[in-house]
């Protein structure tokens, strides 16, 4: 019998997990591990850093497990779990290269318009090549939709900090964006 088929619901699937059961733990890192590893790859640029991420993650998920009450996105709940473990990661490796505070940038890049074919693959490899700062505050900020206050005191920096890391991370993308 598959996995898939045991669990007829997530809250089945959470349910048994909150009661310890292997199986189900199974099923929850099948299911979401891929996406998930996305995620802590786009934070760490390296497959091991973000596979070791990974699994600290799921392990405070079924550490945490039951601290999840049914109530709203159990895949969301798994994804702020990862998104703090990477960071968390990141800042003990103390990984934040060129910190600048904001009111030392002498310009904010106008937004440009590109008229090209760019494919959300192109733009994640452009992303990925970011400084580690600059790619955890845009991530962070970008598509995450943290505040640069929630960054600031996530990673332990400044709101300065955080907005002047977005702030390159803009300017290097546009630079590359212009290349292609």
């Given at each position: 019998?598959?996995?898939?088929?045991?669990?007829q619901?997530?809250?089945?699937?959470?349910?048994?997990?909150?009661?310890?059961?292997?199986?189900?733990?199974?099923?929850?890192y099948?299911?979401?591990?891929?996406?998930?590893?996305?995620?802590?790859?786009?934070?760490?640029?390296?497959?091991?850093?973000?596979?070791?991420?990974?699994?600290?993650?799921?392990?405070?998920?079924?550490?945490?497990?039951?601290?999840?009450?049914?109530?709203?996105?159990?895949?969301?709940?798994?994804?702020?779990?990862?998104?703090?473990?990477?960071?968390?990661?990141?800042?003990?490796?103390k990984?934040?290269?060129?910190?600048t505070?904001?009111?030392?940038?002498l310009?904010?890049?106008?937004?440009?318009?590109?008229?090209?074919?760019?494919?959300t693959?192109?733009?994640?490899?452009?992303?990925?090549?970011?400084?580690?700062?600059y790619?955890?505050?845009?991530?962070?900020?970008?598509?995450?939709?943290?505040s640069h206050?929630?960054?600031?005191?996530?990673?332990?920096i400044?709101?300065?900090t955080?907005?002047?890391?977005?702030?390159?991370?803009?300017?290097?993308?546009?630079?590359?964006?212009?290349?292609?």
């Open positions: 019998m598959k996995l898939l088929s045991l669990f619901s997530e809250e089945a699937l959470v349910k048994a997990c909150q009661n310890g059961d292997p199986k189900a733990q199974r099923r929850v099948e299911k979401y591990s891929p996406k998930m590893m996305g995620i802590c790859f786009r934070y760490l640029h390296d497959d091991f850093e973000a596979e070791e991420v990974l699994i600290e993650g799921f392990m405070r998920v079924f550490d945490k497990i039951n601290s999840f009450k049914l109530e709203g996105s159990f895949e969301g709940w798994i994804r702020r779990i990862m998104v703090n473990e990477a960071l968390m990661y990141i800042r003990s490796k990984k934040f290269e060129h910190e505070s904001y009111d030392n940038i310009y904010e890049p106008e937004p440009e318009q590109f008229a090209t074919d760019l494919e693959e192109d733009l994640l490899k452009i992303i990925e090549k970011l400084p580690t700062g790619r955890t505050v845009f991530n962070l900020y970008a598509i995450e939709g943290y206050a929630e960054i600031a005191q996530s990673l332990g400044t709101e300065s955080s907005k002047s890391q977005l702030s390159r991370a803009r300017v290097y993308l546009q630079e590359q964006l212009v290349k292609l």
